[in-house]
């Protein structure tokens, strides 16, 4: 914890809801993406693809969540003690390692039938600029992103927290987080309302940046920023979060009726139905993300304090979560050749798609995160997913903030 004046405590207290947080959020992605499979499918009923389509709006907060906790974990972590050339060059082996491993791994997994040779080459160089094919790559662009600008951001809010300091310790970073927020929603409109109807009148390097703004480090700034405040005071902020949750829950149930009423208007009686009213990046989105974001903090603390089974497995997933990852669209992809080949001896099953993708998301994830825990423990295995798991790792560890686990 971080004091008022802007330095550290001198015991750190290690913040389970944390790992609590980004195993739920790494289930939350890999549910969404079991979603994905099969809600746009054309046999795939009307019911269950708005079945589907609700819980796939409802856990949306995935990338958000890690994003989150890249700026919590990043600032708890080397607040007044950046060495930024020695922080990039582990966050490069623990996160662009593997990122250039597994890029041509899944190159070839989906064009099997290509030989490798300098075009092959050419267009797998051009996946680890803009990776389209592997559809959860985008991520590790977009969180290098924030270990690049991170020092940027910290110099900011270390300014902004002297500045509280000398008028109101009480007040912190609340003023930064208003103005951000406000800044963010106005964002949220323009990339919703306006960008997508106007890039064709920008040069050609922003018509790329709109086209790909999803994974644009200013597109998930406020997270970052808000995961940041947090630290800065956290036993207050949990104060706050556990006293607004009843209002906090109002919001959340508004937010969502108004996502599913976008999603329905969107959408109507056709097939199949489209997920892409659930984009993270518009207003309406983001004050869902937003109110699930603290409702899923106050499930994390009140799970720090049970200490159950089930908030030990949830926090095992996050801890491997950055290798599970990497590895889980692999696994995804070969169940669902499997599933389609054993459909064609069981047709009913398509009349079952709610109860098959939940047995997909089960098993993806405990193969997955199996997968990871097991090459953590390979000498080699850090280059497939990073130095996770390891058990010498120092307290600065350059795991992947969001995902995986850091000694905080």
């Known amino acids: 914890m971080i004091?008022?004046?802007?330095?550290?405590?001198?015991?750190?207290?290690?913040?389970?809801?944390?790992?609590i947080l980004r195993g739920i959020a790494f289930l939350a992605i890999v549910l969404q993406h079991s979603i994905g499979q099969f809600a746009y499918r054309k046999d795939t009923s009307l019911l269950d693809a708005y079945t589907l389509a609700a819980i796939y709006h409802l856990i949306k907060f995935g990338v958000p969540a890690f994003v989150f906790l890249?700026?919590?974990?990043?600032?708890?972590?080397?607040?007044?003690?950046?060495?930024?050339?020695?922080?990039?060059?582990k966050r490069s082996l623990d996160v662009l390692v593997p990122y250039l491993v597994w890029t041509p791994i899944y190159y070839v997994y989906i064009f099997p039938q290509k030989v490798i040779n300098v075009e092959w080459l050419k267009e797998v160089g051009k996946q680890l600029l803009v990776p389209t094919q592997a559809y959860h790559l985008w991520f590790i662009i977009l969180i290098f992103q924030f270990y690049l600008v991170f020092p940027f951001f910290l110099k900011w809010l270390t300014w902004a927290n002297g500045k509280n300091d000398l008028y109101d310790k009480k007040r912190t970073l609340n003023p930064v987080l208003v103005f951000t927020g406000l800044g963010y929603i106005v964002l949220m409109w323009a990339s919703y309302k306006y960008l997508p109807y106007h890039a064709s009148t920008y040069p050609g390097i922003i018509q790329f940046l709109i086209s790909y703004r999803n994974s644009n480090f200013l597109f998930y700034s406020f997270y970052f920023i808000f995961g940041a405040v947090i630290t800065f005071d956290l036993e207050r902020w949990r104060k706050i979060i556990r006293g607004y949750s009843y209002w906090n829950f109002v919001l959340l149930v508004v937010s969502y009726s108004w996502v599913g009423y976008e999603l329905f208007i969107g959408t109507g009686y056709n097939l199949p139905i489209n997920l892409n009213w659930s984009t993270t990046l518009k207003p309406s989105m983001f004050f869902l993300v937003l109110s699930e974001l603290l409702a899923l903090y106050l499930i994390a603390m009140k799970g720090t304090q049970q200490k159950n089974w089930m908030t030990k497995v949830i926090s095992w997933f996050g801890r491997y979560s950055f290798g599970a990852y990497l590895v889980h669209a692999l696994i995804l992809g070969i169940l669902i050749s499997v599933l389609d080949v054993l459909q064609l001896t069981h047709p009913g099953m398509n009349r079952h798609y709610v109860l098959v993708t939940f047995i997909i998301f089960l098993i993806v994830t405990v193969i997955s995160s199996l997968t990871s825990y097991i090459l953590s423990m390979i000498p080699l295995g850090k280059y497939l997913i990073g130095s996770i798991g390891a058990k010498d790792k120092p307290k600065n560890s350059a795991h992947p903030a969001g995902l995986s686990s850091h000694k905080v």
């Open 3 to 19: 004091n008022g004046k802007g330095r550290y405590l001198l015991s750190k207290e290690r913040v389970s809801e944390w790992d």
């Open 70 to 89: 890249t700026g919590a974990t990043l600032l708890y972590n080397y607040y007044g003690k950046l060495n930024y050339l020695e922080f990039i060059r």
